[in-house]
């Protein structure tokens, strides 16, 4: 299996409980690098563009004003199979239904305040990625 990037977001729920230090911790203890990273607060619009396959569900309005509610952390993770391990290591989109020891499990109020995001596919998270970070801004740390 060849080392894969996918893009985290540490949402506005997260930044507000003061949990990104524990979160990227858990991240950086299952083995993902951190590639890059930063804080960024979206726009209404911005929200709505980076969820626009969302666009038209009856969770979209809230989701994209949540989202460009405050400042979120999005980051570009790298280790070996990084998509579906990080969707592992995140959990189920609803808190209560998942599993025990991960981070939506630990932290996570609501569906829609779910504490952070993963990309669902490689082909994903190389769109995602490129929706937040310019290629100046994912140099190789690790090499
Ligand atoms: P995931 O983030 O697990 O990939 P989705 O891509 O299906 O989940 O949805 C994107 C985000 O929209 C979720 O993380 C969650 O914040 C929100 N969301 C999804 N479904 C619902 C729902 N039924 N009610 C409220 N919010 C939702
Ligand atoms: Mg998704």
Request: hydrophobic content about 40%; proline content about 4%.
């Amino acid at each position: 299996m060849a080392v894969e990037r996918t893009l985290a977001i540490l949402k506005p729920d997260c930044v507000r409980k003061d949990l990104i230090g524990a979160v990227v911790k858990q991240i950086q203890e299952n083995e993902f690098k951190i590639v890059s990273l930063k804080m960024v607060r979206l726009s209404k619009e911005g929200a709505e563009g980076f969820y626009e396959v969302h666009r038209g569900r009856p969770f979209f309005e809230d989701l994209t004003v949540f989202m460009s509610s405050g400042a979120c952390v999005p980051m570009v993770l790298e280790k070996e199979n990084a998509v579906s391990d990080f969707r592992k290591l995140i959990g189920a989109t609803d808190p209560a239904e998942a599993e025990h020891g991960t981070v939506r499990k630990l932290y996570a109020d609501s569906k829609g305040e779910n504490i952070v995001h993963g990309s669902d596919s490689p082909e994903n998270a190389g769109i995602e990625i490129a929706y937040f970070f310019p290629i100046s801004e994912l140099v190789q740390m690790h090499k």
